[in-house]
């Protein structure tokens, strides 16, 4: 099939759907290599107990709001918590942050309710996108992989400039592999022993205060203030930030080690937790990765709340000038 004419400048409607909040923007390509402009902002709270089709319906006020403010927009792109089905944009899978996200028609819905073309892709996917182009990546390199470490730990690999999604959209789910130090633990995901159990935020919490990270956590002993005792000289808090940063880049290491991406980049709440756990990285990276590939740098994302933005947009923009479909 022809593919769509895409002529410059062009305008998309944004959205990022996270469980906390629904987040969009208008997302302006001009055709040059200057950085797409990031402007009217708009926030809402997710508010997901609410159920699938409350959340789906803020959604989609979300877009119009963006599309009533430019009316010029040419579509919309959109990144979901969850992992969003590559073929229809669907929610393939959401979880129990998420109750009844698993099934909702997002692309479509959107499309529908718009008479705009939309795509729709997983959120960390959309993060790392939106580096790769536009970000800290740089446009020398052709491959990286990004960690998103905040509530969990998610993660996404790209090759020459594209998101590699795997057959069910699920591809990147790093913190879903198995890691040593998590041994016995169960995960939020019903499974034991993966990575996250040990890396994220959450964990972080839960090993401050002696528990997992499926037990009811103490909310005034999160990440944040582990982060903020530990640069107050607590010596739990330095080692348990010692710990889970170490735990994260010996699998930052072992991801590497099968992968071999041109750079890793760092993004999340977490990356602000301090030295002590920027420091333990290094250190458990340089225990697992193969000395060939001991050269591979470790970046901080530079785009923060504007990357999954930015990368729902270019996901649209790759359908609507490629794939022709009836998106």
Same mark, same amino acid.
């Given at each position: 099939?022809?593919?769509?004419?895409?002529?410059?400048?062009?305008?998309?409607?944004?959205?990022?759907?996270?469980?906390?909040?629904?987040?969009?923007?208008?997302?302006?390509?001009?055709?040059?290599?200057?950085?797409?402009? /990031?402007?009217?902002?708009?926030?809402?709270?997710?508010?997901?107990?609410?159920?699938?089709?409350?959340?789906?319906?803020?959604?989609?006020? *979300?877009? +119009?709001?963006?599309?009533?403010?430019?009316?010029?927009?040419?579509? %919309?792109? /959109?990144?979901?918590?969850?992992?969003? !089905?590559?073929?229809?944009?669907?929610?393939?899978? &959401? !979880?129990? @942050?998420?109750?009844?996200?698993?099934?909702?028609?997002? +692309?479509?819905?959107?499309?529908?309710?718009?008479?705009?073309?939309?795509?729709?892709?997983?959120?960390?996917?959309?993060?790392?996108?939106?580096?790769? +182009?536009?970000?800290? *990546?740089?446009?020398?390199?052709?491959?990286?992989?990004? %960690?998103?470490?905040?509530?969990?730990?998610?993660?996404? #690999?790209?090759? $020459?400039?594209? *998101?590699?999604?795997?057959?069910?959209?699920?591809?990147?789910?790093?913190?879903?592999?198995?890691?040593?130090?998590?041994?016995? %633990?169960?995960?939020?995901?019903?499974?034991?022993?993966?990575?996250?159990?040990?890396?994220?935020?959450?964990?972080?919490?839960?090993?401050?205060?002696?528990?997992?990270?499926?037990?009811?956590?103490?909310?005034?002993?999160? &990440?944040?203030?582990?982060?903020?005792?530990?640069?107050? &000289?607590?010596?739990?808090?330095?080692?348990?930030?010692? #710990?889970?940063?170490?735990? @994260?880049?010996?699998?930052?290491?072992?991801?590497?080690?099968?992968? $071999?991406?041109?750079?890793?980049?760092?993004?999340?709440?977490?990356?602000?937790?301090?030295?002590?756990?920027?420091?333990? %990285?290094?250190?458990? #990276?340089?225990?697992?990765?193969?000395?060939?590939?001991?050269?591979?740098?470790?970046?901080?994302?530079?785009? &923060?709340?504007?990357?999954?933005?930015?990368?729902?947009?270019? !996901?649209? +923009?790759?359908?609507?000038?490629?794939?022709?479909?009836?998106?």
């Amino acid at each position: 099939m022809q593919a769509s004419a895409f002529t410059y400048p062009a305008t998309i409607a944004a959205i990022d759907i996270g469980g906390t909040k629904i987040a969009g923007a208008t997302v302006t390509f001009d055709g040059s290599d200057a950085a797409p402009v /990031v402007d009217n902002y708009v926030t809402v709270p997710t508010l997901p107990q609410r159920g699938g089709d409350a959340v789906l319906a803020s959604v989609v006020e *979300v877009a +119009r709001t963006l599309v009533e403010t430019r009316p010029d927009c040419v579509g %919309i792109g /959109v990144d979901a918590a969850g992992i969003v !089905n590559p073929k229809d944009g669907s929610i393939t899978y &959401g !979880n129990g @942050l998420m109750p009844g996200w698993t099934g909702q028609p997002l +692309r479509q819905r959107l499309k529908d309710e718009l008479g705009l073309p939309a795509a729709a892709m997983g959120d960390v996917q959309a993060h790392a996108l939106g580096e790769m +182009r536009w970000g800290v *990546v740089g446009k020398e390199r052709q491959s990286c992989l990004l %960690i998103a470490v905040g509530t969990g730990l998610g993660g996404a #690999f790209i090759v $020459d400039g594209h *998101v590699v999604r795997g057959r069910h959209g699920a591809a990147g789910h790093f913190g879903h592999s198995l890691h040593a130090a998590a041994a016995g %633990i169960m995960c939020q995901c019903g499974s034991q022993g993966h990575a996250e159990c040990v890396t994220s935020g959450t964990a972080i919490s839960a090993i401050y205060q002696g528990l997992t990270v499926t037990d009811r956590l103490d909310p005034a002993l999160m &990440g944040d203030t582990v982060s903020a005792r530990a640069a107050k &000289g607590e010596k739990h808090a330095i080692e348990v930030l010692h #710990f889970c940063g170490r735990a @994260l880049g010996e699998a930052i290491g072992s991801w590497c080690n099968i992968i $071999d991406p041109e750079c890793v980049v760092l993004s999340g709440t977490v990356t602000k937790a301090g030295p002590a756990w920027r420091d333990a %990285i290094d250190e458990g #990276f340089a225990a697992q990765i193969l000395q060939p590939l001991s050269d591979i740098p470790i970046l901080q994302g530079a785009l &923060g709340g504007d990357a999954p933005l930015i990368g729902a947009a270019e !996901n649209l +923009r790759d359908v609507m000038q490629t794939w022709a479909l009836d998106y």
